[in-house]
C-alpha cells in the first residue's frame, strides 16, 4: 500500500484563485516532498519539510506539516494556467533510502 | 548538464521478450532509483542503489533486476516481460550528503508488453 494519499484526486479553479492540496501518511518520517508532474513528463521537486518543521514558503508555495495528524497540505496562491499539472506528495523514510510517493492531486486552472 | 538520460522513450513488446531500459546521470549522485508509474496509483518504487555495487529492492521488486557497476549508469532489466509490466517507468538521483536529497527525475520510458 501506498505511504502517502492525496486529497482531492482532482481540483479545477480558475486562475487567481488558491489551491490546497493535503497529503495524509502512514508511519513517521525523515522529511516530506512535494513534486510536480506536467503531462508526459517527468517529475520536478518543489519544496521539502523536514519532520521538525511545520511551516516552509517558496515563492507562492506554502507547505505546511503537522506530524502528529501525519499529514501535510500545499497551498499554491495566486494560481495561473501554467500551474496546471499533477501534484504528488513523497515522504523520505527514517533510513534516508526510500522516498514513496502519493497517488498525486490533478490540478487544472481555468484561464 | 544532461540531468537523468534514459532511453528508450518508447518501446513495445511481446509477452516474454527480455529487454534494458538504460538510465545514466550526470550529476555524480550517489543515490538513483528507479519508479513506475501506473494510472491512479502514483508512482511505485521497484530497486534503488545508495552507490557503486551496491543494490536494493523497493515495493515491487518482482520481474525487475538491476546492476550499479558505475556511479553514472543504473540499467533495469526486464528478464520475461509482462502485459502486467505495461507501464511508464522513471529513473530518479540524487545525492545522498545529508540524506534528505531531492530527486531528479528523468523524462520517462513507456513500456507496452502485448
Known amino acids: 500500500s501506498q505511504q502517502g494519499e492525496e486529497d482531492p484526486q482532482a481540483l479545477s479553479i480558475q486562475e487567481g484563485e488558491n489551491a490546497t492540496m493535503n497529503c495524509s501518511y502512514k508511519?513517521?518520517?525523515?522529511?516530506l516532498q512535494w513534486y510536480r508532474q506536467n503531462s508526459g513528463r517527468g517529475l520536478v521537486h518543489l519544496i521539502l519539510i523536514r519532520s521538525n518543521e511545520r511551516e516552509k514558503h517558496s515563492g507562492r508555495l506554502r507547505v505546511t506539516l503537522d506530524t502528529s495528524k501525519k499529514s501535510s497540505s500545499l497551498l499554491i496562491t495566486a494560481s495561473r494556467a501554467a500551474d496546471t499539472a499533477s501534484y504528488f506528495c513523497?515522504?523520505?523514510?527514517?533510513?534516508?533510502?526510500?522516498?514513496?510517493f502519493g497517488g498525486g492531486t490533478r490540478l487544472m486552472v481555468k484561464p | 548538464n544532461a540531468g537523468v538520460t534514459q532511453t528508450p522513450k518508447f518501446q513495445v513488446l511481446k509477452t516474454g521478450q527480455s529487454m534494458t531500459l538504460q538510465c545514466a546521470q550526470d550529476?555524480?549522485?550517489?543515490?538513483m532509483s528507479w519508479y513506475r508509474q501506473d494510472p491512479g496509483m502514483g508512482l511505485r518504487l521497484i530497486h534503488y542503489?545508495?552507490?557503486?555495487?551496491?543494490?536494493d529492492q523497493g515495493e515491487v521488486p518482482n520481474g525487475y533486476n538491476v546492476s550499479r557497476s558505475t556511479t553514472e549508469d543504473f540499467p533495469l532489466r526486464l528478464l520475461s516481460a509482462a502485459p502486467s509490466q505495461t507501464s511508464v517507468y522513471f529513473c530518479?538521483?540524487?545525492?545522498?550528503?545529508?540524506?534528505?536529497?531531492?530527486?531528479?527525475f528523468g523524462e520517462g520510458s513507456r513500456l507496452t508488453v502485448l
Open positions: 530518479a538521483s540524487t545525492t545522498r550528503q545529508g540524506r534528505a536529497g531531492e530527486l531528479f
Open positions: 550529476m555524480n549522485h550517489e543515490y
Open positions: 508511519t513517521s518520517i525523515n522529511n
Open positions: 542503489s545508495v552507490g557503486a555495487g551496491i543494490t
Open positions: 513523497a515522504t523520505l523514510n527514517n533510513a534516508g533510502n526510500m522516498l514513496t
